[in-house]
Every structure is written in C-alpha cells, then in structure tokens.
C-alpha cells in the first residue's frame, strides 16, 4: 500500500457534486498541513485547498464551491466540490506537510491521484 490514499473521483456533469476523500493513517507522524493538488493533462499542477491546523485556504479559482476538512481519524481530510465546471478536470492529489501551502514543492508525501472528469 501506498501511505497516502485518495478516494471518490470519478465522472460528473457540470454544476453537479463529487467528494474526494485523503487518508494517511499509515503514518505516524500527524501532519498540521494537508492540501489537495490538482493536475490537467499537458498543464501544470496547481495547489486546490490547504487545510493547516484546522485553518482552510482556496485557490481563486475554487473559493466559494469546494470545501476542504477534516474527516473522523488521524490525518484525514475530504474536499466536497460543488457546482463544478469543466475546468476543474484533472488528477487530483493529497499531500501531506509542515505547513499552509499551495506550492507543491512545500509536500513530500503525496498519493497517488484520483480522476476527476467534468463534462458540459
């Protein structure tokens, strides 16, 4: 297994609701930081949402439609998007680390990625 793990992708008309869920109870360190990332084919990665020590963060691009918090359990979180758009297509990554941050260089431990597809 991998030591952090992504759930709930999957395919989805625009305006509708997708919830991804991130786990990485398999390491014993608690992390104050953990971000959802988010990657389109031939673009670069792009910082979602941060949730550091309970306080969330939005990308622009995000605020007011997807919500990032804490699940029951030790370094848990889930992002509920709402009213999504095409252009919110991508792989959508977890990370783990020391502090409030959209910038992937500031994570060392990610997953592996869920898909997520949003069509017209």
């Known amino acids: 297994q991998v030591p952090v793990v992504e759930s709930g992708g999957g395919s989805v008309q625009a305006g509708g609701t997708l919830r991804l869920s991130c786990a990485a109870s398999?390491?014993?360190?608690?992390?104050?930081?953990m971000a959802w990332f988010r990657q389109a084919p031939g673009k670069e990665r792009e910082g979602v949402a941060v949730?550091?020590?309970?306080?969330?963060t939005y990308a622009d691009s995000v605020k007011g439609r997807f919500t990032i918090a804490e699940e029951t359990g030790r370094n848990k979180i889930y992002l509920q998007m709402n009213n999504l758009k095409p252009e919110d297509d991508g792989t959508y990554y977890c990370?783990?680390?020391?502090?409030?941050?959209?910038?992937?260089?500031?994570?060392?431990?990610w997953g592996p990625g869920t898909s997520v597809n949003v069509t017209s």
């Open positions: 990370a783990a680390g020391e502090m409030a941050s959209l910038k992937s260089k500031n994570y060392i431990i």
């Open positions: 949730l550091y020590n309970g306080v969330p």
């Open positions: 398999t390491i014993s360190y608690t992390y104050p930081s």
